[in-house]
């Protein structure tokens, strides 16, 4: 199995669309075998579904998320898990465990954001991603 995580500073990055990392974990028998860091070269929103799919992800954990970032990873057949926050290692022994809590309906929906403005930079799991 591979899971990705939205990554930032070992945290799960709270905006799916705005990651500039994923950590990519290969695991069996609920052990993580290796992990690595991946940049995702500046692609962003749906086109990440693609990426993941590239690294044939059959998890993401992450943050907020947006409407059509969820339906490309469920038309890519990459399971999610939204509305998580913290650090990233620990979340994924959480899901191998099989006790990771998440928000199935996790959305993002603040797209339009000011000048200057980053979701990391806040938290975006704390006002809108919900």
Not at 13 to 23: D, I, L, N, P, S
Not at 44 to 73: E, N, P, Q, S, T
Not at 85 to 96: K, N, R
Request: net charge negative; with cysteine; glycine share 16%.
């Amino acid at each position: 199995m591979i899971i990705a995580v939205t990554y930032e500073n070992e945290k799960i990055y709270q905006h799916f669309g705005h990651t500039a990392q994923f950590k990519v974990y290969h695991a069996e028998n609920g052990e993580v075998l290796s992990s690595q860091v991946v940049d995702t070269l500046g692609s962003g929103h749906g086109a990440l579904a693609g990426f993941l799919k590239a690294y044939h992800v059959d998890v993401l954990i992450c943050g907020g998320i947006g409407g059509g970032a969820r339906m490309a990873l469920a038309q890519a057949g990459i399971q999610l898990f939204g509305g998580v926050q913290g650090d990233a290692d620990d979340a994924v022994q959480t899901f191998l465990a099989g006790e990771l809590a998440y928000n199935p309906n996790v959305q993002c929906s603040h797209h339009a954001h000011g000048e200057g403005h980053t979701c990391g930079s806040h938290g975006c799991g704390s006002h809108s991603c919900h």
